[in-house]
């Protein structure tokens, strides 16, 4: 049963977003501009960038993305909305639902970043699908950390500035977990190598995603 509202819901997030292209365009547009910003700022100035500046810079640029494109999940639905859903569905499917959306917006997005960054700044990585690996787990991680944080958030006034607050000690140690994994991938240390991180990241989104599970419905009721 809960899998079927999830499948409705996730088609219905996806129907809207094809219908209203405009805020997926609005985000590309922000990606384009963000990354040709730090072209003019380090590549066509110094003509080479370090590995470690790339890096850090394209996953500044991921998290202000995922903070704009999840940011919105809650605030965007009116009160009228949210009654007819809470008569029809799980609060489960609700906020799963949200994370599988958004975790498809994050990783489609982290992708053409990643290739446009790529193109435009150079790209100094040693191990691309490990790399790749990073760009999945860390677009599920955003997805799932801003999507509980953004649930939150919307049952207060200030929704932007709680969502920011909230959000601040689980992005962190994703972040930091995320940059780790990229680092090896920037060494191109292979993945076999790297399988600890993996599943340390690959635990944490998990933990995130049932922990959202068992949390929203409080919430929802509320």
């Not at 730090?38 to 960038?49: D, G, H, P, T, V």
Request: with cysteine.
């Amino acid at each position: 049963m809960i899998l079927n509202e999830i499948h409705v819901l996730v088609k219905k997030e996806l129907h809207l977003e094809w219908r209203q292209r405009y805020a997926l365009h609005g985000l590309l547009l922000y990606l384009a501009s963000t990354i040709f910003v730090c072209y003019l700022s380090f590549k066509a100035k110094q003509q080479a960038i370090n590995p470690i500046t790339w890096n850090t810079l394209f996953w500044i640029i991921m998290l202000f993305i995922a903070i704009n494109a999840i940011g919105k999940s809650f605030t965007q639905e009116s009160n009228q909305r949210n009654l007819f859903y809470y008569t029809l569905v799980s609060p489960e499917a609700i906020i799963y639902s949200k994370i599988i959306y958004n975790s498809i917006v994050m990783i489609g997005i982290s992708f053409v970043g990643f290739f446009f960054y790529s193109w435009v700044m150079g790209n100094p990585v040693g191990n691309i699908p490990l790399y790749l690996v990073a760009i999945v787990l860390g677009g599920i991680g955003f997805a799932s950390s801003l999507s509980l944080m953004a649930g939150i958030a919307a049952q207060g006034e200030n929704s932007a500035t709680l969502m920011a607050v909230l959000s601040f000690p689980l992005i962190i140690p994703l972040l930091l977990l995320i940059l780790k994994l990229a680092k090896s991938a920037m060494d191109g240390i292979s993945i076999q190598e790297n399988w600890d991180e993996i599943a340390i990241l690959s635990s944490l989104d998990t933990i995130v995603i049932v922990l959202s599970g068992i949390l929203f419905p409080f919430i929802w009721k509320h």
